[in-house]
């Protein structure tokens, strides 16, 4: 299972290093994602939920 909001579909995205010689080499950057029981249609679901939904209150805890 990916690390992606089950919410809004935030995941991981490519970027680059780069050194003080301003080399660039790739790299990712992960999404904030916790794992978490949350309800959804009436229905506890677990999954992976970013922090932005979290402190937004898109997401009812369990």
């Known amino acids: 299972m990916s690390r992606v909001c089950s919410i809004c579909g935030k995941g991981q995205i490519a970027g ?3 050194s003080h ?3 660039k ?3 990712t950057f ?3 994602v ?3 029981s949350f309800i959804r ?3 506890v ?3 992976y939920v970013c922090a932005r939904c979290l402190k937004g209150d898109k997401v009812q805890r369990v």
């Open 41 to 43: 249609n009436g229905k």
């Open 45 to 47: 679901e677990t999954g």
């Open 30 to 32: 992960s999404a904030n």
């Open 16 to 18: 680059n290093n780069v």
């Open 21 to 23: 010689s301003h080399r």
């Open 25 to 27: 080499t790739k790299r």
């Open 34 to 36: 916790q794992k978490v």
